[in-house]
C-alpha cells in the first residue's frame, strides 16, 4: 500500500510539472525592455557597411550571430551557433529575425515561452552593432513608433527582370503565372489591360504564412497601383518577395503573346 501511494505521489508531481510547463509555454508576445517608444532617427544604424559578429547568453549557452549592413541597414542576420533547444530556438530566430531586420531596430517583443533565447538573440545582435558604433539606445528606438513589415527596406539578393510593356501594350485578359518562392512555387492570376496589370490573384503557394503576408500585401498592391512588376523587394521575405515577381513575369509573357 505504501508502494502504491508513493507511485501515486510521482504520477501526480509529473502531472503538476507539465501542467506548469506547458502553461508557460503560450506564444503570447511580451515587451522585452519594457522602454517608452522614441522616434528613431534617420540612419540609425550609424556603422559602416560590412559584416559583424556578436555573441548573447541565452538560455543554456551562448548564441552568435553575424549581421550584414550595407547603406546604413541590416541587410541580413544570421545564427552562427547556439545551445538552446532546437524548437524553441527555432522558433525565436524564425519571428525575431524578419521582425529586426523589417524594423531596423531591436526594440521588439520577445516570445513568451523562450524569452532567454530571444534575449540572448537580441543581445548578441546588439553587441554586433554597438561594438561596430551603433548607439545602443537610438538602436532600440522603434521606427516611428511601429513600423510595419511592409516598409521595410529593400534588400536585393538576386535580380528579376520584370517584363516591360510591349511596344504594342498587353493583349487585355487574364493570365496564369509561376515563380519560385522559398518553400516552393507561387502560382498567380494576373489581369491585364493593354498598358499594364490591373489585378493580381494568388493561385497557390507552399511560403510561411508570416514571410507570404510580408511580402504579398506589401508588393501587389504596389504592382497593381504602377502597372509593373518592378516593385521593392520586401526585406526578411526576400525570397517569397521574388518568387511573387518571377509569377507575375512569367504572366506578363504570356500577356504579351496572348498565350
Given at each position: 500500500?505504501k508502494?502504491?501511494?508513493?507511485?501515486i505521489?510521482?504520477?501526480?508531481?509529473?502531472?503538476?510539472?507539465?501542467?506548469?510547463?506547458?502553461?508557460?509555454r503560450?506564444?503570447e508576445?511580451?515587451?522585452?525592455?519594457?522602454r517608452p517608444?522614441?522616434?528613431?532617427?534617420?540612419?540609425?544604424?550609424?556603422?559602416?557597411?560590412?559584416?559583424?559578429?556578436?555573441v548573447?547568453n541565452a538560455y543554456?549557452?551562448?548564441?552568435t550571430?553575424?549581421v550584414?549592413i550595407?547603406?546604413?541597414?541590416?541587410?541580413?542576420?544570421?545564427?552562427?551557433a547556439h545551445?538552446?533547444?532546437?524548437?524553441?530556438?527555432?522558433?525565436?530566430?524564425?519571428?525575431?529575425i524578419?521582425?529586426?531586420?523589417?524594423?531596423?531596430?531591436?526594440g521588439?517583443?520577445?516570445?513568451?515561452?523562450?524569452?532567454s533565447?530571444?534575449?540572448g538573440?537580441v543581445?548578441?545582435?546588439?553587441?554586433?552593432?554597438?561594438s561596430?558604433?551603433?548607439d545602443l539606445d537610438?538602436?532600440?528606438?522603434?521606427?516611428?513608433?511601429a513600423?510595419?513589415?511592409?516598409?521595410?527596406?529593400?534588400?536585393?539578393?538576386?535580380?528579376i527582370?520584370?517584363?516591360?510593356i510591349?511596344?504594342?501594350?498587353?493583349i487585355?485578359g487574364t493570365?496564369?503565372?509561376w515563380?519560385?518562392?522559398?518553400?516552393?512555387?507561387?502560382?498567380?492570376?494576373?489581369?491585364?489591360?493593354?498598358?499594364?496589370?490591373v489585378?493580381?490573384?494568388i493561385?497557390?503557394?507552399?511560403?510561411?504564412?508570416?514571410?507570404a503576408?510580408?511580402?504579398?500585401?506589401?508588393?501587389?498592391p504596389?504592382?497593381e497601383?504602377?502597372g509593373?512588376?518592378?516593385?521593392?523587394?520586401?526585406?526578411?521575405?526576400?525570397?517569397?518577395?521574388y518568387?511573387?515577381?518571377?509569377?507575375?513575369?512569367?504572366?506578363?509573357?504570356?500577356?504579351?503573346?496572348?498565350?
Amino acid at each position: 500500500m505504501k508502494i502504491q501511494n508513493n507511485v501515486i505521489l510521482v504520477l501526480m508531481s509529473l502531472i503538476i510539472a507539465l501542467t506548469i510547463v506547458s502553461c508557460d509555454r503560450n506564444w503570447e508576445q511580451r515587451s522585452i525592455w519594457a522602454r517608452p517608444v522614441i522616434e528613431q532617427v534617420e540612419g540609425a544604424i550609424g556603422v559602416p557597411d560590412g559584416v559583424y559578429t556578436g555573441v548573447g547568453n541565452a538560455y543554456t549557452g551562448e548564441i552568435t550571430v553575424e549581421v550584414t549592413i550595407a547603406g546604413d541597414a541590416i541587410t541580413k542576420i544570421e545564427v552562427l551557433a547556439h545551445t538552446d533547444t532546437a524548437s524553441f530556438a527555432n522558433s525565436v530566430f524564425t519571428a525575431l529575425i524578419p521582425e529586426i531586420e523589417a524594423r531596423q531596430s531591436t526594440g521588439v517583443d520577445l516570445t513568451a515561452g523562450a524569452t532567454s533565447t530571444a534575449r540572448g538573440l537580441v543581445e548578441a545582435i546588439e553587441d554586433a552593432l554597438v561594438s561596430a558604433g551603433a548607439d545602443l539606445d537610438n538602436l532600440r528606438a522603434l521606427a516611428g513608433g511601429a513600423a510595419p513589415a511592409a516598409a521595410a527596406p529593400a534588400a536585393v539578393v538576386r535580380h528579376i527582370d520584370p517584363w516591360p510593356i510591349p511596344d504594342d501594350g498587353f493583349i487585355p485578359g487574364t493570365y496564369e503565372g509561376w515563380g519560385e518562392g522559398f518553400g516552393g512555387m507561387i502560382g498567380v492570376l494576373v489581369t491585364f489591360e493593354d498598358d499594364g496589370i490591373v489585378g493580381i490573384e494568388i493561385l497557390e503557394h507552399s511560403e510561411t504564412p508570416m514571410f507570404a503576408s510580408m511580402a504579398f500585401d506589401a508588393m501587389i498592391p504596389a504592382m497593381e497601383e504602377s502597372g509593373s512588376a518592378e516593385v521593392d523587394i520586401v526585406s526578411g521575405a526576400t525570397s517569397s518577395s521574388y518568387g511573387l515577381i518571377e509569377a507575375v513575369t512569367d504572366a506578363a509573357y504570356g500577356a504579351e503573346f496572348g498565350e
